[in-house]
Structures are given as C-alpha cells and as structure tokens.
C-alpha cells in the first residue's frame, strides 16, 4: 500500500496518465493491464506480457503461435551491427554493449514513420537476447555465435545463446517468470526518460537508448548486480547480519532493498524468491539463497526496508549460470516492453513534457569587465 509522500525526485507527484500499469494501488501492488502481477506470473508467458502491453490484450493461442514465430524470425543481427560488437572490449559495461547495440539496429533499420513502431519494437524484443549474448560471447569466449535459435521462449533463447545449450525447463520457467516480473512498472525513472524523449517526437530507438542509460544505475536496474556483489561475499547467515549492521551504522545504502513506491513490499520480491529458493535446492548449495533470508528479515528488523525486485534476482540469476554483469541487460531484454507501450501511449496523446523549475541562483546583476572578476 503506498503512503501519501512528497519532496525531492518529484516524489507522490503525478505527471502524466497511463493505461498500462498500477504500481501500489491494487491489494497485492502490481497490475499490468488490470492483470495481477502473481495471476500473470503463474499463468502465462513473457510473450503473452509483451502483446499484452504492446497491443493492449491478452493474445488467444493463434495470435501467441503467431507471435512466438515472428519473434523467432527476427532473432538474427545484420553483419555491420555484428562488426560493431566485435569492437567492443570484454571489460566494457554491458549496459554499454545494451545501449549501442540498441542505437546502431536504429541507424541500420530506422524507424521511418511511427506507423513502423509495432514492427520496429518486436524486432528489438527479438533482437536484444542475440546483441548482448554475441558481443558476451564473441569478446569473453572468442566464439561468434548463430543468434537464431528455435526456442519459443525468449528467456530460454537468451539461456541457450549464453551457455550454448537448450536450458532445463526450470530455468527456461524462471527466465520466462523474471521477464515477466521486470516487464513494465508504470512512471519508473527509465520509463519516464523514455516519455520525456517521446514527447519531443523523436524516435523509438532514441527513446529506447536513452532509457537505457537511465536503467543502468545502481539505484535502478543495476541494484540487482550491486544485490549480488553484496551476497557473493556473505559467508553465512551471522555474517550476514554483521555486515549489513556496519553497513547501515556507516550510512551506506543496501542495494536491493527500498522503493521509491511501494512502502512495505515489493510484489514482486515473494516471487522470484520462491524460485531463487527452488533454484537453491537444485543446485545443491543454498548459502545464497540463505544468506540473502537473512538480509531479508535483518533490513526489516533494523530498519523497516524491505526487498525490491532486484534482489533475490541475484541468487536467481546466479544459479542460473548466469554472470554477474549480464543482470541489467536481461532487465533491459524485459523491460523494453514496457517502454515502448508507454512510447506508444506517449504518442497517441502527446503534449510535449516540459515542466518548471524553482529558482534559486543570484538576483538579476550584470556581466562585469573580464578585468574585474
Ligand atoms: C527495479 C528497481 O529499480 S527497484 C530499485 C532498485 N534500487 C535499489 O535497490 C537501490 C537501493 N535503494 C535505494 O537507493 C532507494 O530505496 C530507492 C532509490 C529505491 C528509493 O529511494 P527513495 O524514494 O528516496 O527512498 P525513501 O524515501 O523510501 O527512503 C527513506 C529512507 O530510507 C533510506 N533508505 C532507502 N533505501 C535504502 C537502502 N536500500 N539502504 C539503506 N537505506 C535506505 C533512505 O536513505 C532514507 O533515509 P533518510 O530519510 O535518512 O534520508
Ligand atoms: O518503479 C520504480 O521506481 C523502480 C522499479 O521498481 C522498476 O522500475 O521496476
């Protein structure tokens, strides 16, 4: 449930209207579309999610299969955009790799009129897993990989790209679940920059590139990386509690936990975490999984903070196989749904957003002499 809150960082604040999403409004917190975050993660699939935001409903099951063989067959990435990740160093960010990816497929395959934005988003969606598992892959493992695998599902695709292998089908489940839960969460800062963008009437890739940007800080999408740095390094469930007890008396933030939003819990946190716990038992080592529990019920304790999504994503995505670094890009494979429909909304109803700001530099004086300053 939210409180009322106001402040810095137009926080409580509305700034604009959406269709899309609710965000601490409904009983449990999350709705896309007036669906249920838990109702949606247990019942369908990320592509189900991305039609569902892009085109407004549910798709019936020809409109899914339909769906699930256009995305398949834009899997491929043209040879310059290829050249261009071959460029990039292995210790570049991979939110870099994600944001010139993006912005060198706009410069090859423009968008040329808005009419193009649905098939200019689907080739995005399609295309993102294969940008930042070739550039992974080519720069870290020296190999250049087929992007075009026959998976029906994106998160297995990007699965299968990264480890050169069909996934389980527990890891292709909660693949399908965290893009599911990443998806979209309404006037969110990445979101907003791509509004903020889309009101000026530029394209989608710019909209698209510049949300990016916003997502890769850590006090955005990059927290759940922060999240597993953090965990990594926890020995035990004592260990735990002691660091966070330093951390906190030296007033440092705890990433993965807070939210601009929500005030007692994140929807979203129970859900991957029941899957973190899942993935714990298979992998036959759970102090992850444990220590990060800990974490938990110690930031409640102390101070009334609760997990965010990001956090349990770490454990999750660690079990998984998956490195540390590709964390927000996979965020970005996802929430790439919920920035184009809010581009699409932007654009249906478009005023351009251009808010005021206080004032609070010198009185009106003149330029002095440059031999008396
Ligand atoms: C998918 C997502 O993007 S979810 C967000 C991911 N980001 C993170 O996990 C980063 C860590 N969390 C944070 O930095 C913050 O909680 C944010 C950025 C998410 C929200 O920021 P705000 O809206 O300013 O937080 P809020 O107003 O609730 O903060 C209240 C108090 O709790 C403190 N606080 C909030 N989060 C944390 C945290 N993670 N660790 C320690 N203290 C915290 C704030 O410093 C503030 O203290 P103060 O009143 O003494 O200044
Ligand atoms: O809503 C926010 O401020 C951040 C967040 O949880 C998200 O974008 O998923």
Same mark, same amino acid.
């Given at each position: 449930m939210t409180k009322a809150i106001g402040g810095a960082g137009l926080r409580g604040q509305s700034a604009g209207s959406t269709a899309l999403c609710t965000v601490g409004q409904s009983g449990t917190g999350l709705t896309y579309r007036g669906y249920d975050i838990a109702e949606l993660a247990d019942k369908v699939s990320f592509e189900e999610v991305a039609y569902l935001l892009l085109k407004g409903e549910l798709p019936n099951s020809e409109q899914l299969a339909n769906y699930r063989t256009k995305l398949k067959g834009l899997r491929g990435l043209p040879q310059p955009l290829k050249t261009v990740l071959e460029q990039i160093p292995a210790d570049a960010h991979p939110m870099d790799v994600m944001r010139t990816g993006a912005s060198m497929l706009g410069n090859l395959e423009p968008e040329a009129t808005f009419a193009d934005q649905y098939e200019k988003t689907d080739r995005l969606l399609a295309a993102f897993p294969s940008i930042i598992c070739y550039w992974y892959r080519y720069s870290h493992d020296g190999v250049r990989i087929h992007t075009e695998t026959d998976d029906d599902q994106i998160g297995a695709h990007f699965l299968h790209l990264l480890h050169d292998k069909k996934p389980s089908e527990l890891h292709a489940k909660v693949m399908d679940v965290s893009l599911i839960l990443y998806a979209e969460h309404e006037f969110n800062a990445s979101t907003f920059t791509a509004r903020v963008c889309a009101s000026t009437l530029s394209d989608l890739v710019s909209c698209v590139t510049g949300a990016i940007g916003?997502? $890769?800080?850590?006090? &955005?999408?990059?927290? %759940?990386?922060a999240a597993m740095e953090l965990i990594e390094e926890l020995r035990d469930e004592q260990h735990a509690r002691a660091t966070l007890a330093y951390k906190l008396e030296h007033k440092e933030k705890i990433m993965g936990f807070g939210h601009a939003i929500y005030r007692e819990s994140d929807p979203r946190n129970g859900i991957i975490k029941g899957w973190s716990e899942k993935l714990a038992a298979e992998f036959g080592d759970d102090r992850l999984y444990r220590v990060s529990v800990a974490c938990e019920s110690f930031m409640w304790e102390q101070k009334k903070l609760f997990c965010n999504a990001d956090f349990f994503h770490a454990s999750a995505y660690h079990y998984?196989? !998956?490195?540390?670094?590709?964390?927000?890009?996979?965020?970005?494979?996802?929430?790439?749904?919920?920035?184009?429909? &809010?581009?699409?909304?932007? $654009?249906? %109803? %478009? $005023? !351009? !957003? $251009?808010?005021?700001?206080?004032?609070?530099?010198?009185?009106?004086?003149?330029?002095?002499?440059?031999s008396e300053r």
């Open positions: 916003s997502l $890769r800080g850590p006090l &955005h999408g990059g927290a %759940n990386e998984m196989g !998956i490195p540390t670094k590709l964390f927000t890009p996979i965020f970005v494979c996802s929430r790439l749904t919920g920035w184009a429909a &809010h581009v699409f909304e932007q $654009r249906a %109803n %478009n $005023r !351009i !957003i $251009r808010p005021s700001a206080d004032y609070t530099g010198p009185e009106p004086r003149s330029v002095p002499d440059i």
